[in-house]
């Protein structure tokens, strides 16, 4: 009985590390806000403005990039030989 409580307990940890990992999308845009000022890019301006439109538009890319790359991903076999 104690293995089954280890393993549900390790279980919790990785749900929980994993939650942690997650950026919320205003802790997100701050980031990107941050990204386009350290790059010189005066808030409000229309460079900072298209600063912050291409990083979301960069990421955007890369996570449908991902997706497209997991949906194509053969599905393994349950019982491979």
Known sequence: MPD???RIAAGL?????????????ERQAQIDNERCAARGHQPGSKAHDDCVSALVSQ???????????????????????
């Not at 940890?13 to 999308?25: D, E, I, K, R, V």
Request: aromatic residues 2%; contains cysteine; charged residues 25%.
């Open 4 to 6: 089954i409580r280890c």
């Open 13 to 25: 940890a990785l749900a929980l590390l994993a939650a942690g990992c997650a950026t919320s999308p």
């Open 59 to 81: 990421r955007d890319a890369r996570l449908n990039a991902r997706h497209r790359e997991l949906v194509e991903q053969r599905a393994p076999t349950p019982f491979s030989r």
